[in-house]
């Protein structure tokens, strides 16, 4: 059974972030606890049934709501202001702190599912974070996405966006089912990072002042699966560069493998794919 502590954080903006806590259920607790990112547009509430596998592993973890999303949003999505780069600079340094507040631990192991698990490298204080996870982690970049997502892509974020900015204010993108509908600047900066190789090094200079994939030292594994049309190989080694001094391990899950017909870029963490909860676990060690 789930069982967990409805938390808010504060972030330095004062925005404040609605989050579950889910306390070890293991007489030996794991050293460090574990802060799961989101997916671009999933909410918390989709990782509760790893969240609680986890807990019952004996680790501590966090799992929260980016802003403008889930209980993370306030008021009508048209009028939201949130942004990627936000929640790199703001959403996930908070969280960090929350959870190290909370546990009383030195660090904390980043769980990153997609863009959860690709914004390290914008966030001020990277040095808390003992280890990465990117579970289907990748710069997105369009060229080298895969099957309907590389002919869909394109016309999200070229047509689709920019019409919906202006005739609804936000991004439409629970209707194709790719989660819940962004926020105009979610959106408009989702289409700009994966223009181009690189993900989130495109807004350097402009709403990114700070860079730092290059003080990361920390280990960095990156899973996905073959059949991941949007974290393909080519794109997890795009992000992985961007990292040039982390110890980088990379794991692919094929399907068949592991006894599934898909994995794709959101299954591993759904109880029908319970058999790869452990493989992540493995990864979590630091």
């Given at each position: 059974m789930s069982q967990f502590e409805n938390l808010n954080i504060q972030c330095q903006d004062g925005y404040t972030l609605s989050a579950r806590f889910y306390a070890h259920q293991n007489k030996i607790a794991k050293p460090l606890p574990v802060l799961i990112c989101p997916a671009t547009g999933i909410t918390k509430q989709f990782y509760n049934s790893y969240a609680t596998w986890l807990c019952e592993q004996g680790y501590d973890v966090l799992v929260f709501d980016f802003r403008g999303i889930g209980e993370s949003l306030y008021g009508p999505l048209k009028k939201s202001t949130a942004s990627i780069v936000q929640w790199g600079q703001l959403d996930i340094p908070a969280a960090i702190e929350t959870l190290l507040d909370k546990t009383n631990a030195p660090q904390v192991i980043l769980l990153g599912h997609s863009a959860g698990g690709q914004l390290l490298g914008i966030v001020p204080n990277y040095d808390k974070v003992a280890k990465v996870v990117a579970v289907s982690g990748s710069t997105g970049h369009v060229k080298d996405l895969k099957g309907r997502t590389k002919l869909l892509a394109p016309v999200m974020f070229n047509v689709i966006f920019p019409i919906a900015r202006f005739t609804l204010g936000y991004g439409p993108t629970n209707a194709i089912g790719m989660g819940e509908n962004l926020p105009k600047d979610v959106a408009r900066e989702w289409a700009q990072f994966c223009s181009k190789?690189?993900?989130?090094?495109?807004?350097?200079?402009?709403?990114?002042?700070?860079?730092?994939?290059?003080?990361?030292?920390?280990?960095?594994?990156?899973?996905?699966?073959?059949?991941?049309?949007?974290?393909?190989?080519?794109?997890?080694?795009?992000?992985?560069?961007?990292?040039?001094?982390?110890?980088?391990?990379?794991?692919?899950?094929?399907?068949?493998?592991?006894?599934?017909?898909?994995?794709?870029?959101?299954?591993?963490?759904?109880?029908?794919?319970?058999?790869?909860?452990?493989?992540?676990?493995?990864?979590?060690?630091?």
């Open positions: 190789p690189g993900y989130v090094i495109n807004a350097l200079g402009k709403t990114v002042q700070y860079d730092f994939h290059k003080q990361i030292n920390c280990p960095i594994t990156a899973m996905w699966s073959s059949d991941d049309e949007i974290a393909t190989e080519a794109n997890v080694k795009d992000l992985l560069r961007l990292y040039p001094n982390a110890d980088i391990q990379m794991i692919e899950l094929k399907p068949k493998a592991t006894g599934h017909k898909t994995i794709g870029h959101m299954m591993m963490f759904k109880s029908s794919h319970k058999n790869l909860w452990s493989v992540i676990e493995q990864a979590l060690h630091v």
